[in-house]
Nanobody, 115 residues
Framework: VQLQASGGGLVQTGGSLRLSCAAS????????MGWYRQAPGKERRLVAV???????RYAESVKGRFTISRDSAKNTVYLQMNSLKPEDTAVYYC??????????WGQGTQVTVSS
């Protein structure tokens, strides 16, 4: 399984960005996909997850502002980020989770929100 993340960038406070994570390879073994972020000096933390049934879960800090979705035909998961705040600045990572608990990670994409 390979995960290719894209869509990061520099945006002003209140702006929007959409991240994409395209999966390739043996994608049938993936049970859920998610976005995590890691700010400098901090641990990597969950942002949002979506499973095969479409059930989603969000970190409290992004509820109402971020939306995770997927396009099964394109094997791609998206993270729409609205009303961005400086504290959203981080490297965002895409994760693909397997039923056996193993996780695949994509390369990070930098999101910077200026005040």
């Amino acid at each position: 399984v390979q995960l290719q993340a894209s869509g990061g960038g520099l945006v002003q406070t209140g702006g929007s960005l959409r991240l994409s994570c395209a999966a390739s390879g043996d994608i049938d073994i993936i049970k859920d996909m998610g976005w995590y972020r890691q700010a400098p000096g901090k641990e990597r933390r969950l942002v949002a997850v979506i499973d095969l049934g479409g059930t989603t879960r969000y970190a409290e800090s992004v509820k109402g502002r971020f939306t995770i979705s997927r396009d099964s035909a394109k094997n791609t998961v998206y993270l729409q980020m609205n009303s961005l705040k400086p504290e959203d600045t981080a490297v965002y990572y895409c994760r693909g989770g397997l039923r056996n608990g193993y996780n695949y990670w994509g390369q990070g994409t930098q999101v910077t929100v200026s005040s």
